[in-house]
């Protein structure tokens, strides 16, 4: 429930709100604990040229094949445009379902493409998943931190979000176990334990291969599932994939992927590989949602995957990614050595700990008149004040000279913030 609930009675609430929205005292309980996503909001800031944005999470695909997609979607919609333009299937064309199987080969994943429903985005299948299994109040786990976007799909179903503990290894499996039993203690119920276990958004390691059957095994005993995010798993800086969680327990997991960042986020097009009777469920809730997913997009992205080199493509995006990953570690080194940061093998984010006494949040006006943006560490925690003293940067959009100058400018930032606040 949100704190706004708590605070104030529903009386007061609905005449502080009546004045600026006449709608108000319409709104269910539910969405008054929505808010604008800390990323969502830096947006139209990090967009001005004269800021080097190491905020967003965009991926960089300057180098998509686009005369050869112009042809695709111009042939596609002259000689098979009255289907690929139609309704189709509220669990997502069976052709695109039998390629995502071939994307998940790499993850040493054998899948059903009846066992999969494919959603607008992973976002929308981390929200249908949240519909289908949470009650107000009901726990979910995720790591400390976790992704901001989960996060904020977990609040507008009232979840109880429960962090628990990450190292530099992914999450620590006896801090689960002891979650675990703690919750329990309160009689509470655990819906789902949400982790990313690859390349981790915003922490930038990953699940270490020894953990990962721990926690699977873990959540087995305790009849805990595990919902297992994984758009980055491909992305790896050397390739090669970590074992999939799925892979250990497939009627415990359910898997999210996500063309996203692999091919293109515009597409709108993720996925969830489930458990056999949890996919039926996942079918009805993407059915009421939107009727069925974008079917256009579906033919377009499994004409691309039939027909182009796709794993080459993504070939290229880790050799983008390994670039602007070494600069970042560079440019840290360089200009912040006393500092502690993540370093990632892969994937799009490094998570950089501030010197004690800095608030990331307070600080953050200054970096943007300085020329440079981040996101709180705030941002990935359900209470939105933990983690102040974390900064998540993104290597993925900028140039390596940007990304160099961005750090150059942070690393002044906190010189200043540091002066003002008597800490040098
Ligand atoms: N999960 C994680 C960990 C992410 O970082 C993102 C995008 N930033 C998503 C899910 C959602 O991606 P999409 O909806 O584009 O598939």
Redesign the pocket.
């Given at each position: 429930m949100s704190e706004q609930t708590h605070l104030n009675t529903t009386e007061e609430r609905v005449a502080a709100g009546a004045a600026a929205d006449p709608w108000y005292s319409l709104y269910a309980d539910r969405t008054l604990g929505m808010k604008q996503s800390e990323v969502r909001s830096l947006f139209s800031v990090v967009n001005r040229p004269e800021v080097v944005s190491l905020a967003g999470?965009m991926p960089n695909i300057a180098g998509l094949p686009l005369d050869f997609l112009a042809e695709l979607h111009a042939r596609m919609v002259r000689d098979r445009g009255a289907k690929v333009l139609q309704y189709g299937s509220g669990q997502g064309e069976l052709p695109m379902r039998e390629m995502i199987c071939d994307v998940m080969r790499p993850d040493g994943i054998e899948a059903d493409p009846e066992n999969i429903v494919v959603?607008?985005?992973?976002?929308?299948?981390?929200d249908l998943i949240s519909q289908i299994l949470v009650n107000p109040g009901d726990v979910i786990l995720a790591e400390a931190p976790s992704?901001?976007?989960?996060l904020g799909t977990f609040r507008a179903y009232e979840a109880d979000v429960r962090h628990v503990e990450m190292d530099r290894d992914g999450l620590v499996p006896e801090k689960l176990e002891e979650m675990i039993a703690t919750v329990r203690a309160e009689g509470k119920p655990i819906k789902f334990l949400y982790t990313?276990p690859n390349f981790?958004?915003p922490g930038g390691m990953c699940l270490s291969e020894e953990r990962r059957p721990q926690i699977v095994e873990i959540c087995r005993r305790e009849h805990v599932l595990i919902v297992e995010?994984?758009?980055?798993g491909l992305l790896g800086f050397d390739g090669d994939p970590a074992t999939a969680m799925r892979t250990l327990n497939p009627e415990g997991v359910v898997y999210?992927?996500?063309?996203?960042?692999t091919f293109a986020?515009g597409y709108?097009?993720?996925w969830a590989l489930c458990p056999t009777e949890f996919t039926r469920r996942l079918v009805l809730a993407n059915e009421s949602a939107t009727l069925c997913p974008t079917t256009f997009g579906q033919f377009a992205v499994a004409s691309y995957l039939q027909e182009y080199d796709w794993y080459q493509q993504v070939k290229e995006y880790r050799e983008v990614y390994h670039a602007r990953g070494q600069a970042i570690q560079e440019a840290l080194e360089e200009y912040l050595p006393e500092l502690e940061w993540t370093k990632p093998t892969g994937g799009?984010y490094t998570w950089v700990k501030l010197p004690e006494g800095i608030n990331a949040k307070d600080m953050l006006e200054r970096a943007v008149a300085n020329g440079v943006a981040y996101v709180s560490g705030t941002a990935f925690y359900a209470d939105g004040k933990t983690g102040a003293d974390h900064v998540r940067l993104s290597f993925c959009y900028p140039t390596p000279e940007d990304i160099k100058e961005g750090v150059r400018r942070l690393a002044k930032t906190i010189g200043e913030e540091k002066e003002l606040l008597g800490l040098a």
């Open positions: 999470g959603t607008t985005g992973s976002q929308q299948a981390l992704y901001v976007g989960a990313i981790h958004n995010d994984n758009p980055y999210l992927g996500s063309f996203s960042k986020p709108r097009i993720g799009f």
